[in-house]
């Protein structure tokens, strides 16, 4: 069908900005690129997103629209869509329904992992169709700042109006779920019920709206996958935001920094991104004490959260992937090395080492230095900091759920010396979403032991159960119960669909321990 047949026949929905014409296709509309702020480039670098101007007539959203700029160096398919336009003029979001006249239809909002620093909701695994259709729900992806551009701080950049000085990819977000709070009855949505969901940088944005007093009554429902909630103190900003400058050899203005091109950013963006991240897998939006003014006891204890229902998904051996990003020799090789990994990290590598392997052991399960590097990477980034904010959750009475996705990739990638990657991170997306057929990159993800595609269909099932109920316990996870911090019950989605209580228990209580 051509794209002028399309712009005739194609649905039209009125938002902010004007009317619309989407695309429908088996059973689902589809919108893309549609506007939720205005260009962020030029006199809006560094502000908070601000209004889309209004459009005559009728825009086509027949196609994606362009992309956060980001470090485009490195072609891996899961990083984004090396085809795609990057700009400034990045804030657009895409929504899927199912055709025809509804009303009241539970919402999804999916925010892309990428450390922050890159990624796009636009790439095939996002594709919100299948869901939609499936589910009988509104989905949408969102695009907002990333890198420097998106959470870059400084005195100079603090805005007269709001007093915000950073977060503005963070802010972005917020703008997005704004916007469906306007907007998404429209489509057919809720605007009462709508649930977030992100991975990775994505998890730790849903974690973070969790605890944001402007964010916490745009939504009902939040999934954190495969990320930790905690966000980044200012002084780790301030560092980095020292080190641009001097990379940049530019004065520390708000109009110095508007005035730098987007490739010098860019340039100087590795620099900055080493002091902010601190040692950490990605840098976080910034406890800024305005936007985010609670760590997340605090927002617990100041209630913010009450009422929520929050479900924390991880993958089995989620530091696996991290690892291909490393250099070869700086992935430990012996006992002693990691233990000097592990110091470096605040933690007592001889005793954390010993333990863990003891606690393998008693399982049958392997033990060397590798195995004990992945379990104890995943356990202090991800697994334990995300757990504890779920059993924190639930302490105050709220409805509290957990999974562990045990599904393993079988590739060898070279640089991990013949060993699988196993049950790794990002994982969720291809599952969640239905797209792991999409590509030869997400096929290898999720592995090519039989069963896959019943798991994906089970997967989305409790997805979709999720959005519409609270719970994702459906019949095929009948067992599955709500997440406590005494039984903490945590369904395992793999070959075996099975509820365990406290999975590595003696693991993770060690490393609670040790992080508190």
């Known amino acids: 069908m051509s794209i002028a047949s399309e712009i005739e026949t194609g649905p039209i929905v009125d938002v902010d900005g004007g009317r619309i014409q989407g695309h429908c296709q088996d059973g689902v509309d589809s919108f893309k690129n549609v506007p939720f702020g205005a260009d962020t480039g030029g006199a809006n670098r560094f502000r908070p997103p601000q209004a889309v101007t209004r459009w005559q007539g009728v825009r086509p959203a027949l196609e994606f629209g362009p992309v956060a700029p980001q470090d485009t160096s490195r072609p891996d398919r899961l990083k984004g869509d090396t085809d795609a336009t990057y700009s400034e003029d990045c804030l657009n979001l895409n929504v899927w329904r199912p055709s025809g ?8 909002v999916y925010i892309h992992g990428g450390g922050f620093s890159y990624g796009t909701a636009n790439h095939i695994a996002h594709d919100g169709g299948g869901l939609a259709g499936r589910g009988g729900m509104v989905v949408v992806t969102i695009n907002y700042r990333l890198g420097v551009l998106g959470l ?32 998404i009855a429209q489509f057919g949505g809720d605007a009462d019920n709508v649930t977030i969901v992100g991975l990775s940088a994505g998890g730790g ?9 402007r964010s916490r009554p745009l939504f009902r429902r939040a999934v954190v996958q495969s990320s930790s909630p905690l966000p980044t103190p200012r002084s780790d900003h301030d560092a980095a935001a020292a080190t641009l400058l001097e990379e940049l050899g530019i004065e520390g203005t708000g109009a110095a920094l508007r005035a730098v091109s987007g ?10 991104m080493a002091k902010l991240q601190n040692g950490r897998t990605a840098p976080r939006p910034m406890l800024d004490g305005d936007l985010l003014p609670y760590w997340p006891d605090e927002a617990m204890a100041a209630g913010l959260m009450d009422g929520l229902d929050l479900w924390v998904s991880y993958a089995r051996d989620e530091a696996t992937v991290f690892a291909m990003a490393m250099a070869p020799d700086a992935i430990p ?35 060397d230095t590798w195995d004990l590097w992945i379990a104890l990477q995943t356990d202090r980034l991800i697994r334990v900091p995300s757990v504890n904010f779920l059993a924190d959750h639930a302490a105050r009475g709220n409805n509290a759920w957990a999974c562990v996705i ?8 070279p640089m991990l010396d013949d060993r699988i990657l196993g ?12 797209s792991l057929h999409a590509t030869p990159e997400l096929e290898r993800l999720v592995g090519t032991a039989p069963g896959v595609d019943e798991l994906a269909a089970v997967v989305q099932d409790a997805y979709i159960a999720f959005a519409h109920t609270g719970s994702p316990a459906i019949e ?31 693991e993770r209580k060690l490393m609670a321990d040790a992080l508190a």
């Open 101 to 108: 006249p509804a009303t009241g239809l539970p919402v999804m």
């Open 152 to 183: 870059l701080s400084h005195p100079c950049l603090r805005d007269g109006e709001t007093g915000y000085d950073g977060n503005w990819g963070f802010l972005d977000q917020i703008a997005a779920l704004e916007w469906v709070n306007r907007n």
């Open 205 to 213: 944005s849903v974690g973070a709206h969790c605890i944001c007093p």
């Open 263 to 272: 490739e010098a950013i860019q340039a100087a963006q590795p620099g900055w």
């Open 333 to 367: 090789k012996t006992d002693e090395q990691l233990g000097g990994l592990l110091a470096k990290a605040g933690l007592d590598g001889e005793a954390m080492i010993s333990a863990y392997r003891e606690a393998r052991r008693d399982r049958d399960e392997a033990a």
């Open 406 to 413: 045990t599904r393993e990739c079988d590739w060898k990638p």
């Open 423 to 434: 049950a790794t991170h990002v994982i969720d997306m291809p599952l969640m979403f239905g």
């Open 476 to 506: 095929a996870l009948s067992d599955w119960r709500p997440y406590d911090g005494e039984r903490r019950a945590t369904m395992q989605l793999g070959p075996e669909l099975v509820s365990v209580d406290d999975p590595r228990g003696a």
